[in-house]
């Protein structure tokens, strides 16, 4: 059985993933924003650790990659934690920033997964100004570049991002029309399965489905990481 760790997990997509895998015997590791957040998720999954930091804050992403550090290594990691109605800076640095920051920072697992969004396709993209510039549907453009890349620069770790589709959590709201459990069901086949040649890949639905094709530009990739660097005062390392 595996050893996932997954951002997001107190409520949603990630708290839903988090129990499907826990069922199927998985050891699961939680994220929660706060105490309290770490105590209501802890009623849902009694038996899992749980590691509290705020990933707006830098300071408090760099110290739970420390955690996650001191509780390795981990098969697989995913990051799912984001927000869609928040001022740019705050969507920049929780849906953006905080992945890479720990995707830089924690021991490589053997599993990399990043939640994207079919919104992204036709985004903005502004790389000079990704503090200030950067709206829901351009960040996950950014995690998807990011994704890309760590799959092109690290090529032992499977790594994906996946689309869950509009779906009714409290994030998507009651409007959306997707498929709930199909929503989560990619991130826990791409955590549980053991067929490594599966990365690089952007799946909807358990299926490769169609992605802005910016995603692949590789001189693109490495502005972003080099802009990423630069906020962050943190290299990729290579």
């Keep these: 059985m595996s050893k996932i760790f997954i951002t997001g997990s107190t409520d949603g997509l990630g708290l839903l993933a988090a129990k499907k895998l826990s069922s199927m015997g998985h050891e699961i590791v939680l994220h929660a924003r706060n105490q309290k957040r770490a105590e209501d998720v802890h009623q849902e999954l009694p038996n899992s650790k749980i590691l509290i930091g705020d990933l707006s804050n830098q300071s408090e992403v760099k110290n739970l990659a420390k955690q996650i550090n001191d509780i390795g290594p981990f098969d697989t990691i995913i990051y799912n934690a984001g927000v869609a109605s928040a001022s740019h800076q705050l969507i920049f640095k929780i849906n953006v920033l905080a992945p890479y920051l720990l995707t830089a920072l924690v021991d490589k697992p053997k599993r990399l997964i990043y939640v994207s969004s079919g919104m992204h396709n036709g ?24 994704a890309k890349a760590i ?80 906020i962050t005062g943190i290299q990729l390392p290579h």
Excluded: C, F
Excluded at 123 to 146: F, P, R
């Design 151 to 230: 799959a092109r620069l690290w090529p032992n770790i499977a790594t994906n991002a996946i689309d869950p589709g509009w779906v009714p959590t409290k994030m998507g709201g009651s409007g959306a029309n997707d498929d709930l459990e199909q929503g989560y069901a990619g991130q826990v086949w791409l955590a549980s399965t053991k067929d490594s040649s599966i990365t690089g890949q952007y799946l909807y639905h358990l299926k490769p489905s169609h992605y802005d094709s910016r995603a692949d530009d590789t001189s693109l990739q490495e502005e972003l990481l080099d802009q990423l660097a630069k």
């Design 123 to 146: 985004a903005s993209l502004d790389l000079n100004n990704l503090e200030t510039n950067t709206d829901y549907s351009s960040s996950k453009l950014q995690v998807l570049i990011l």
